[in-house]
């Protein structure tokens, strides 16, 4: 039987101080591309296609991140949107350098840096940072925190009618299928608003301090997610991930890469009476 060392409390509170710079370092390169925005500052450029693009911040701030984390813990490996794996160590950190990159590009205030760091294959913590509302959300040893003071929500509605939901499907890239039609109809029919607001991070980050009850996603990557499941898990939220074949997952630090449809909702939220729960089952959104 191999024994494995508990992490120290002085090894989490440095890694979870770590997460906070480096998240506050992207959000200010960000940030001041954002507000100094041109043609030539963006330097817009394509990825997967039209509706998948990079700037010049999402790359300088993704650096900003990297070095704040190696300068202080260099035994660290690094998966960021932009630069890929990079680094060797026992703590792991997924990093998405700014998700909303299309609302950031456009001059629509909504979007953020998300890290999430792991530490032998355990969470530590996660971090979302909105540099324009200067807001930082934090998961850290099961306590949620909305700029250093402890969140608690309170349940916005259990059913459906009687809440908004977020989600960016149906998604850019391809015409919506006649069925992805009908499935994204039946969800508009069946809450009380249905809200597309272009950043998956914000989102779960939303749900878990309670603006909103619930979120739908079903196509993202790691870095998307990463940091916002901690959050939602930290605030006692509930949270159900699937595989491409529509299997159950523990969305831990090793299976993130395979989670491929996404619902997070408040506690108390009435998941399997909610048209979501469906959504989950046929796979079509």
Excluded at 139 to 164: H, I, S, Y
Excluded at 178 to 183: D, H, M, P, S, Y
Excluded at 219 to 225: E, H, P, Q, V
Aim: charged share 20%.
């Amino acid at each position: 039987m191999i024994l494995i060392k508990p992490m120290s409390n002085d090894l989490h509170d440095m890694i979870a101080t770590v997460a906070c710079e480096a998240a506050l370092a992207a959000g200010m390169v960000a940030h001041r591309g954002f507000v100094n925005a041109s043609p030539e500052t963006l330097a817009t450029e394509q990825k997967a296609g039209f509706f998948d693009i990079v700037t010049a911040s999402d790359k300088a701030a993704e650096r900003a991140a990297c070095d704040t984390i190696w300068s202080r813990i260099p035994a660290s490996r690094i998966l960021g949107e932009e630069g890929g794996w990079q680094g060797e160590g026992d703590t792991t950190w997924i990093i998405d350098p700014i998700d909303g990159t299309s609302n950031f590009a456009s001059g629509l205030p909504f979007f953020c840096v998300s890290i999430a760091a792991y530490h032998k294959g355990e969470p530590v913590c996660g971090v979302v940072y909105d540099p324009v509302r200067e807001e930082l959300f934090m998961a850290n040893q099961g306590r949620l925190t909305l700029n250093g003071k402890k969140v608690e929500p309170f349940l916005r509605g259990r059913t459906d009618r009687e809440v908004e939901v977020l989600t960016n499907a149906p998604y850019e890239g391809e015409r919506p299928s006649r069925a992805a039609q009908e499935a994204h109809a039946d969800l508009v029919n069946s809450f009380r608003a249905v809200r597309r607001l272009g950043s998956c991070a914000l989102h779960l980050a939303y749900v878990a301090v309670g603006r909103v009850a619930v979120c739908y996603e079903s196509k993202f990557s790691a870095w998307d997610i990463a940091a916002g499941i901690q959050l939602v898990e930290a605030a006692g939220g509930q949270v159900y991930v699937q595989d491409a074949a529509g299997s159950r997952l523990e969305p831990n630090e090793d299976a993130l890469g395979s989670v491929k449809r996404l619902v997070v909702a408040q506690a108390g939220f009435d998941y399997q009476s909610s048209n979501l729960s469906k959504q989950m089952e046929d796979g079509i959104l």
